[in-house]
């Protein structure tokens, strides 16, 4: 990819700078969004082709829009789980689990729920956004894992007799107890921080790149388009995570 104004470039000497930052970082942090998982064939939210160009958010992804119509939203679940169960993960999520065991403290944070890390064989993933393949009574509160595709019955329930509901985080709900505390310290510990195939619209895990910046990490984003952390990134190669990732981190 030719050269493009200011920082926004992809070519080979600056790859290989981004390389050398990973080499030589003891710790090393990955963030990532639905963009890692698009060359996979799972539709991103935002973007040319993404899901939301067809569905509003807002009447799909939030606790209210559950309320209202737990089946409608179910069925958009049941959809995305079907698309998913069909998905290999890509060169990208490999190219992380490659980086994980190579350093000696690597900690991956995604935005994704459709699990596509953990078939790859990441071990240990700070989930933000929960998990497409976990279900959560809205009543007693159980969580449990549930891979059915598709479930048997539309919406499904608990033991308990409660509605169940996918185990993600919807707008305007908090993330998992704890865990944006954890994706903090790992950030201040790092001297890398990878953001990959994610818009960096949505909080607080857009946050984590000025986190970064502030506690002197280099940031090297990975992502086809400009997003609002480019001008940020001390790095931003506009070109595909499956093609770019194993670039990263291949070995001298
Ligand atoms: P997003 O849809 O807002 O943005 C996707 C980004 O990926 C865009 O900036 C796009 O330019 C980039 N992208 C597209 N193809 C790419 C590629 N081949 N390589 C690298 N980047 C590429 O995604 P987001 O920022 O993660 O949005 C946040 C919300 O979307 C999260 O809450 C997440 O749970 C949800 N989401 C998850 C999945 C999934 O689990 N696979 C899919 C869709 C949305």
Redesign the pocket.
């Known amino acids: 990819m030719a050269q493009e104004a200011g920082r926004l470039h992809y070519n080979g000497a600056v790859v290989e700078q981004a390389r050398q930052w990973v080499r030589s970082a003891p710790a090393v942090v990955a963030l ?9 064939g ?6 040319s082709d ?3 160009n067809q569905y509003r958010p807002e009447e799909l ?1 939030t606790p209210e829009a559950f309320a209202r119509d737990p089946r409608l939203v179910w069925e958009w679940y049941q959809w ?1 789980r079907e698309l ?1 169960a069909k998905a290999e993960p890509n060169a ?1 999520h490999r190219a992380l689990v490659e980086l994980q065991d190579r350093k000696k403290d690597f900690t991956l944070i ?7 890390h953990d078939r790859a064989g990441s071990r240990r993933i700070l989930k ?3 998990d ?1 393949w976990r279900l959560r009574c809205t009543v007693c509160r159980a969580d449990w894992p549930d891979r059915r595709v598709p479930l048997p019955k539309l919406p499904p329930h608990c033991r308990c007799g409660g509605l169940a509901r996918p185990d ?2 919807w707008f305007g709900e908090p993330l998992p107890d704890g865990m944006f505390l954890e994706a903090e310290h790992a950030v201040r510990a790092a001297q890398v921080l990878l953001v ?7 909080y607080p ?2 946050s984590l790149v000025p986190l970064a910046r502030a506690s002197g990490a280099k940031v090297i984003e ?4 400009e ?1 609002p952390v480019s001008s940020a990134a001390d790095c931003s190669l506009r ?6 990732l194993p670039r990263l981190v291949a070995p001298d």
């Open positions: 990532t969004g639905a963009g890692i998982s698009a060359e996979s799972i539709p991103t939210f935002r973007g993404g899901l939301w992804a995305r998913i990208g995604t935005q994704n729920v459709d699990g596509l933000l956004h929960g497409i993600v985080v990959i195939g994610t818009s960096a619209l949505v895990a857009a990975i992502n086809p388009e997003t070109g595909r995570s499956g093609d770019l």
